[in-house]
């Protein structure tokens, strides 16, 4: 039974999934924050302290064929270094998987989130075994992972899949990259949080001039819910970069479906159905009909899962 970890812009999650059959089966994950902040040497201790407790409490020793981690990327598929990421500052140019493997003294196989969610999607998703299929993380970042023809799309330096840096709506923000407009500048949950706090300098009404410490996403969510109408224009920029972002994927690859994931999707509630007539609306007139866009079935868990799937392939790789 493979182990898995999942390390997100906010948290990392360490986790044992049962890839063996049609159905999988997940531990409850051990938690913690990332705070990227610290220093990428004292989040891998964690995660490695993380995995040792789980085999411990589960009786399976870690080895070279059974961990897997899923990462908010850019990082390449082949080692885990990281590039410049806007929501893991200052961990470019390090590896997960030489960390971990210098810490456990055995193989780890790291690649991309959401590389991770699209295989796991194939395996266990609403579309199994789908030929073109594309999964989109909506959380702290935005990111992909693309099966064209049947194959993962990795690219040149193994960085495809960062649709989240696609310029959407120029001028309505950017991501920690300084991207002007991207995807994930305008309708992640960083960016929703942010553009909050921005159009918020400017009045002292409305419900989240109340909240308590810095505006999340949750509470922009919440107040938008509840009819405030500075959040729901976030809220509706947004929606509008998203559906940008997902008309243009179904332009460009004519996949049998994107399957959406993470935290701002999830707290779409109404909306969701608002997105997916937005991105109908742009859409090529062959989706006039049928919009092959739904939500993902496997939760926050399709990384974790894909990144055991991901390491049970490599041992089959390994052992060939
Ligand atoms: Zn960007």
Known sequence: MPFAADIGGTSIRVSMVDTRYDHYTLTEPIRFLTDPARGFNSAMDELAAGLKDLAIQNDIPLSSENIGVASAGPISMYDGTYDFSPNLPGWQGHSVSRALE???????????D?????????????????????YVT???????????????????????????????????????NGCDGCLE???????????ARALMENTQDGMLSNT?????????????????????????????????????????????VIVLGGGV??????WWDELL????????????????????????????????????????VYQA
């Open 277 to 316: 007539e937005r991105t109908q609306h742009k859409a090529l007139p062959r989706y006039k009909h049928v919009l092959p866009v739904s939500k993902t079935i496997l939760g926050g868990d399709a990384p974790l899962i894909g990144a055991a799937v991901f390491a049970s392939q490599q041992k089959e």
């Open 138 to 176: 909506v959380s702290t970042g935005i990111g992909a992972g693309i099966i064209a023809n049947g194959e993962i799309v990795a690219g040149r330096q193994s960085g495809a899949g960062e649709v989240g840096h696609m310029i959407v709506m120029p001028g309505r923000g950017s991501c920690n």
């Open 212 to 256: 308590p410490g810095p505006v999340t996403a949750a509470d922009v969510v919440a107040a938008a819910r509840a009819g405030d109408s500075l959040a729901i224009s976030v809220i509706e920029d947004a929606l509008e970069g998203l559906a940008n972002g997902l008309s243009g994927l179904l332009a460009i690859f004519d996949p049998d």
């Open 114 to 134: 959401g590389a991770m969610g699209v295989l796991a999607e194939s395996k266990y998703g609403q579309h199994p075994d789908t030929a073109n299929l594309i």
């Open 185 to 195: 500048g305008v309708s992640s949950g960083t960016a929703i949080a942010r553009r």
């Open 102 to 112: 210098e810490i456990l003294g055995v193989a780890v196989y790291t690649a991309h």
């Open 265 to 270: 999707i999830d707290g779409l509630g109404h």
